[in-house]
């Protein structure tokens, strides 16, 4: 059983950056790749980025493409998001997520196996 704890989010003014934490216990990290996911208010829950094992591939939504960009340390059994030029409308209460299968880089919420509780992240404009 995987545990993940979020940390870094907080309230920020349009263009400002944010760098959050997912910091895993309980499993072999490097034996999951990792996803990036956000749900704002009254939306759907939708994948912000994913980056696989070894850090080898990554996705960015389109929406981040350019401003955001996910990493992993495997020896702090962290994975990272860089969040630049925030925006009003990347707020979002964000999740990390961990998928224990050897298949790459997975996009769908259904792929993961293990999620964090979640951290607010408010862009005021």
């Known amino acids: 059983q995987v545990q993940l704890v979020e940390s870094g989010g907080g309230l920020v003014q349009t263009g400002d950056s944010l760098r959050l934490s997912c910091v895993a216990s309980g499993g072999t990290f490097i034996w999951y790749a990792m996803g990036w996911f956000r749900q704002a208010p009254g939306k759907e829950r939708e994948v912000v980025a994913a980056?696989?094992?070894?850090?080898?591939?990554?996705f960015h939504a389109d929406s981040v493409k350019g401003r955001f960009i996910v990493s992993r340390d495997n020896a702090k059994n962290t994975v990272y998001l860089q969040m630049n030029s925030l925006k009003p409308e990347d707020t979002a209460v964000y999740y990390c997520?961990?998928?224990?299968?050897?298949?790459?880089?997975?996009?769908?919420?259904?792929?993961?196996?293990?999620w964090g509780q979640g951290t607010q992240v408010t862009v005021s404009s």
């Open positions: 980056i696989s094992r070894l850090g080898s591939s990554r």
């Open positions: 997520a961990a998928d224990r299968r050897d298949v790459g880089v997975r996009l769908g919420q259904d792929a993961y196996d293990y």
